[in-house]
């Protein structure tokens, strides 16, 4: 898969820039984030993808650097000049960020968080949304929780034996605190009540593994493949290819790829992800990106094109290969996914892609809606890792939204996408993940060896809490669909 040479729209770009006669001026930094800021703004003046919609992102905005300087000068922090930049935040642009440690932001990449294994999401109570109680979605193997006992469907409603509610979970939950204990409750009609089972747990450094369970079903005449992946990762490409080895030697009919809980991550492991499913469209596109006005007019188009591969190419950041083998494509015209309203990014772009060539459907939820994808950019001269003069004194960076994804016909969906079964999860059973206790793989099999797109009634009436928040939603990496920049 092509990718932007970032060095040649550093060049193309930040030349034709004010940067020039900024550099010539006689003004120097004068406080600790005055190179951060103007990081900060040649950045997003570079590649934002609304860069021509913000004013102070114009490129005459500044004559000179003291200009900028001063202009930022009563500003609290990086991140403040960062958000004055973004447009229409949490409207328009509801997911660029910056972060002042690019290496938790690296590892969250890679799947390393600080975590406890319990991997859980949050929802109103029925009679009193204020109040808040989780879930467990699932355990991270090995992690104290998994020693703990903590296992999926356990709910909990109060931390340090203080009740949950939407204004303090942030504090309960989410410091940086190492340690905290959960109250397990009963679901008690939507409205859980504390049962006084406490479980303490420890956070440390986790790496988890998004290919979380491959198995086969046999249901009749169906062999169905079942994937649960819950991070694109290039880290886990090697094993996500070798799951579907194991699915090509057992010569599935079927394949489920569940997402329910899966964020995002990397285009380019979403592409090798296509190719697996299929195999039959090598070298045709998957997916097109659509930059801002200034990189749309430096770069070649074809470098905007993602097109299906039948091998996995992936580089380090110095430009030495890490993995290179064949894909293990399964030649399918049809796939199922599982999906809820945290499937974004990556999950949408598989599905949206793979629409174009062939039958695509789904049961749960309909998915968050994330078309955009973002990059990461350093404080270098070419917004690398590995670029010339990396500033040793921060560890500031940005991963803003740059480009909108679309697939062969020009098609997303910034609405999210429709179920072709909707069947929200039931906190009062969920079921074992891989197993047909668990409601929703229970109907997508029903889905494919029946084609029923109903739902009972008794599914259809029952109280649909709202989801507020999720152990995944202050990761560094949380709802990112990433693009990897070249030398």
């Given at each position: 898969m092509k990718k932007i040479n970032l060095q040649f729209t550093v060049l193309a770009l930040l030349f034709a820039t004010l940067f020039t006669s900024c550099e010539k001026s006689d003004s120097f930094p004068s406080s600790a984030n005055d190179e951060i800021n103007l990081f900060v703004w040649r950045g997003m003046n570079t590649f934002y993808l609304w860069q021509s919609?913000?004013?102070?992102?114009?490129?005459?905005?500044?004559?000179?650097?003291?200009?900028?300087?001063?202009?930022?000068?009563?500003?609290?922090?990086?991140?403040?000049?960062?958000?004055?930049?973004?447009?229409q935040p949490g409207v328009v642009d509801r997911f660029s960020v910056i972060v002042d440690d690019y290496i938790a932001l690296e590892n969250s990449f890679q799947g390393i968080n600080e975590s406890t294994g319990m991997e859980f999401?949050?929802?109103?109570?029925?009679?009193?949304?204020?109040?808040?109680?989780?879930?467990?979605?699932?355990v991270v193997p090995g992690s104290d929780a998994e020693t703990k006992g903590i296992t999926r469907g356990m709910l909990f409603s109060e931390v340090d034996g203080v009740q949950l509610t939407d204004s303090n979970f942030g504090n309960l939950l989410f410091s940086s605190n190492s340690n905290y204990t959960i109250t397990l409750a009963d679901y008690n009609n939507g409205n859980p009540i504390s049962n006084s089972t406490t479980f303490a747990l420890t956070k440390s450094q986790l790496q988890e593994n998004p290919v979380h369970i491959a198995t086969t079903i046999t249901e009749g005449a169906n062999k169905i493949g079942y994937l649960m992946y819950n991070q694109f990762s290039a880290s886990f490409d090697a094993q996500l290819n070798a799951a579907f080895a194991t699915f090509q030697s057992e010569n599935i009919t079927d394949l489920i790829i569940d997402l329910r809980y899966n964020g995002g991550g990397r285009v380019s492991t979403a592409t090798y992800l296509g190719g697996m499913v299929t195999g039959q469209f090598n070298g045709q596109l998957f997916s097109r990106e659509d930059w801002n006005e200034k990189v749309q007019a430096a770069i070649d188009p074809v470098n905007f094109e993602n097109n299906f591969t039948d091998e996995i190419l992936n580089r380090d950041q110095t430009g030495n290969i890490v993995l290179q083998e064949p894909i293990n494509s399964l030649n399918l015209n049809r796939v199922y996914f599982i999906t809820t309203g945290n499937s974004a990014s990556a999950s949408e772009l598989v599905m949206n892609s793979l629409a174009s060539y062939i039958e695509v459907n789904s049961v749960g939820a309909t998915t968050i809606g994330k078309v955009r994808g973002s990059v990461t950019l350093y404080n270098s001269d070419n917004y690398r890792r590995d670029g010339d003069n990396l500033n040793p004194n921060h560890t500031w960076a940005l991963q803003p939204l740059v480009l909108e994804i679309v697939n062969k016909d020009g098609v997303n969906f910034p609405g999210g996408i429709v179920p072709t079964v909707n069947?929200?999860?039931?906190?009062?059973?969920?079921?074992?993940?891989?197993?047909?206790?668990?409601?929703?793989?229970?109907?997508?099999?029903?889905?494919?060896?029946?084609?029923?797109?109903?739902?009972?009634?008794?599914?259809?009436s029952f109280f649909r809490h709202e989801e507020i928040s999720n152990s995944k939603i202050t990761t560094p990496a949380s709802n990112n669909m990433i693009i990897d920049l070249k030398k």
């Amino acid at each position: 898969m092509k990718k932007i040479n970032l060095q040649f729209t550093v060049l193309a770009l930040l030349f034709a820039t004010l940067f020039t006669s900024c550099e010539k001026s006689d003004s120097f930094p004068s406080s600790a984030n005055d190179e951060i800021n103007l990081f900060v703004w040649r950045g997003m003046n570079t590649f934002y993808l609304w860069q021509s919609d913000v004013p102070d992102l114009a490129d005459t905005r500044f004559s000179n650097v003291g200009q900028l300087f001063a202009n930022y000068s009563n500003f609290a922090s990086p991140r403040e000049v960062f958000e004055s930049l973004r447009f229409q935040p949490g409207v328009v642009d509801r997911f660029s960020v910056i972060v002042d440690d690019y290496i938790a932001l690296e590892n969250s990449f890679q799947g390393i968080n600080e975590s406890t294994g319990m991997e859980f999401g949050l929802v109103r109570y029925q009679n009193d949304p204020s109040d808040v109680f989780g879930y467990v979605r699932y355990v991270v193997p090995g992690s104290d929780a998994e020693t703990k006992g903590i296992t999926r469907g356990m709910l909990f409603s109060e931390v340090d034996g203080v009740q949950l509610t939407d204004s303090n979970f942030g504090n309960l939950l989410f410091s940086s605190n190492s340690n905290y204990t959960i109250t397990l409750a009963d679901y008690n009609n939507g409205n859980p009540i504390s049962n006084s089972t406490t479980f303490a747990l420890t956070k440390s450094q986790l790496q988890e593994n998004p290919v979380h369970i491959a198995t086969t079903i046999t249901e009749g005449a169906n062999k169905i493949g079942y994937l649960m992946y819950n991070q694109f990762s290039a880290s886990f490409d090697a094993q996500l290819n070798a799951a579907f080895a194991t699915f090509q030697s057992e010569n599935i009919t079927d394949l489920i790829i569940d997402l329910r809980y899966n964020g995002g991550g990397r285009v380019s492991t979403a592409t090798y992800l296509g190719g697996m499913v299929t195999g039959q469209f090598n070298g045709q596109l998957f997916s097109r990106e659509d930059w801002n006005e200034k990189v749309q007019a430096a770069i070649d188009p074809v470098n905007f094109e993602n097109n299906f591969t039948d091998e996995i190419l992936n580089r380090d950041q110095t430009g030495n290969i890490v993995l290179q083998e064949p894909i293990n494509s399964l030649n399918l015209n049809r796939v199922y996914f599982i999906t809820t309203g945290n499937s974004a990014s990556a999950s949408e772009l598989v599905m949206n892609s793979l629409a174009s060539y062939i039958e695509v459907n789904s049961v749960g939820a309909t998915t968050i809606g994330k078309v955009r994808g973002s990059v990461t950019l350093y404080n270098s001269d070419n917004y690398r890792r590995d670029g010339d003069n990396l500033n040793p004194n921060h560890t500031w960076a940005l991963q803003p939204l740059v480009l909108e994804i679309v697939n062969k016909d020009g098609v997303n969906f910034p609405g999210g996408i429709v179920p072709t079964v909707n069947l929200p999860e039931d906190y009062e059973n969920l079921g074992v993940l891989g197993e047909r206790s668990d409601p929703l793989l229970d109907r997508t099999i029903v889905l494919i060896t029946t084609g029923s797109r109903s739902v009972s009634s008794d599914r259809n009436s029952f109280f649909r809490h709202e989801e507020i928040s999720n152990s995944k939603i202050t990761t560094p990496a949380s709802n990112n669909m990433i693009i990897d920049l070249k030398k």
